[in-house]
Structures are given as structure tokens and as C-alpha cells.
T-cell receptor, first 113, second 116 residues
Framework: AQSVAQPEDQVNVAEGNPLTVKCTYS??????LFWYVQYPNRGLQFLLK??????LVKGSYGFEAEFNKSQTSFHLKKPSALVSDSALYFC???????????FGTGTRLKVLA | EAGVAQSPRYKIIEKRQSVAFWCNPI?????LYWYQQILGQGPKLLIQ????????DSQLPKDRFSAERLKGVDSTLKIQPAKLEDSAVYLC??????????????FGPGTRLTVL
């Protein structure tokens, strides 16, 4: 069965510092991995995805994520956090043999000025 | 381009009543998704259409939930009868492709359902 875990309910980071939001997954077959962000009073927005190829993928707003097959992880990163990055972040996975997307429970990122 | 439209934005009903939600995806998007997001949880996929065919409905409680996408464009999701545990935000999303569509999903604003 497919699953995705976001082990941290909340991550606090000071503005200007690097941030990491963690995601681990379990699927049959090859994983397709996604990050979405939900800003207050706004809908979910796509950030980036990993389908195949380079393990480091770059996305919107300066975010990037690294696919690590041996650790079954897809952590979201940004070198320098902004206060405006404060939002709810969701990791999602889909296995290569299915159409079904599974979303994690979300991690609230708070960037402190 | 216009985004994914959903209506109503809010709905309050009593248990055992029926309710329907409407979604109009981005023009030209072949794939349409309905998700249920309970407070404090991530979105849970209920049903996925490609054009007007269902490609996944494994998590749809079929005894009370139904969905259709006539003509492969807009879609309705119905709950009949509603239970207290159906209180959630119902999200509609669409994506461009078909087949093994791995394109980004564009989400609507959601419909917040409260069942009393």
C-alpha cells in the first residue's frame, strides 16, 4: 500500500536561515513525488515534482527537493527562508502502477523575522 | 487563464440530508479530481476522472457518495445521506494531460461542508 509521512507537524526557522521540510514515502514500483503549498486563505499550489532523472529538482519560489531512493525520502529545502514562506506544506506520492495520489498530513512552516 | 471554479463555497446541512458540490475545471484539462480534506489532515483522493471516465474511485464511500463528469467537462459530487464525519473541505482539482498524467494539479478554493 502507498503511504507518505511528514514527521513534523510544525517547523520553525529564522528568516535568512536554510529550511528543510521532511517527507518519506512507501510505494510499489517507482515513485512520483510532489510538493504542494497552502497559503492562508488560498488554495493548494504546486511547488515541484520528481518523476525521473536528476535527484535534485528545482521548483517555484526558490524551493528545491532531493529525491533519495535508498532512504525513500523527498525533503523540501530552501537555502534562505523568507517570512512569506510561512504556510502549510504537503508532500504527495503516486506509485508507477496506480493513478492514486496520497497526500501527507502537512507540515506548518513558520519563518520568524 | 481562469482557475478551477467550485460552488458553493460553504454549506451547512443536518445529518441525513443530501448535498451536491459543483466543479468547473480549467478549460482543456482532461483530468479532474475530487478530494476530501478533514481538518488537520491532508487531502484524500475520492475520485479521479480522465475526460468522462473514472480512473480511480477506490477511496470513495460508494454507499453514500457519487460523482459524475458528464461530457468530460464540469463535475458534481453528491453525498446522500450525509453523516457527521463528512464535515470537511471538498477540493476539486484539474490537470492538463490524460493517460499517465503526471502534470501538476490546479486546485479550486474548496467547499467547506459542515454537517450538524
Amino acid at each position: 500500500a502507498q503511504s507518505v509521512a511528514q514527521p513534523e507537524d510544525q517547523v520553525n526557522v529564522a528568516e535568512g536561515n536554510p529550511l528543510t521540510v521532511k517527507c518519506t514515502y512507501s510505494v510499489s514500483g517507482n515513485p512520483y513525488l510532489f510538493w504542494y503549498v497552502q497559503y492562508p486563505n488560498r488554495g493548494l499550489q504546486f511547488l515541484l515534482k520528481y518523476i525521473t532523472g536528476d535527484n535534485l529538482v528545482k521548483g517555484s519560489y526558490g524551493f528545491e527537493a532531493e529525491f533519495n531512493k535508498s532512504q525513500t525520502s523527498f525533503h523540501l529545502k530552501k537555502p534562505s527562508a523568507l517570512v512569506s514562506d510561512s504556510a502549510l506544506y504537503f508532500c504527495a506520492v503516486r506509485g508507477s502502477g496506480t493513478y492514486k495520489y496520497i497526500f501527507g498530513t502537512g507540515t506548518r512552516l513558520k519563518v520568524l523575522a | 487563464e481562469a482557475g478551477v471554479a467550485q460552488s458553493p463555497r460553504y454549506k451547512i446541512i443536518e445529518k441525513r440530508q443530501s448535498v451536491a458540490f459543483w466543479c468547473n475545471p480549467i478549460s482543456g484539462h482532461a483530468t479532474l479530481y475530487w478530494y476530501q480534506q478533514i481538518l488537520g489532515q491532508g487531502p484524500k483522493l475520492l475520485i479521479q476522472f480522465q475526460n468522462n471516465g473514472v480512473v480511480d474511485d477506490s477511496q470513495l464511500p460508494k454507499d453514500r457518495f457519487s460523482a459524475e463528469r458528464l461530457k468530460g467537462v464540469d463535475s458534481t459530487l453528491k453525498i446522500q445521506p450525509a453523516k457527521l464525519e463528512d464535515s470537511a473541505v471538498y477540493l476539486c482539482a484539474s490537470s492538463r494531460g490524460s493517460g499517465r498524467d503526471l502534470n501538476e494539479q490546479f486546485f479550486g478554493p474548496g467547499t467547506r461542508l459542515t454537517v450538524l
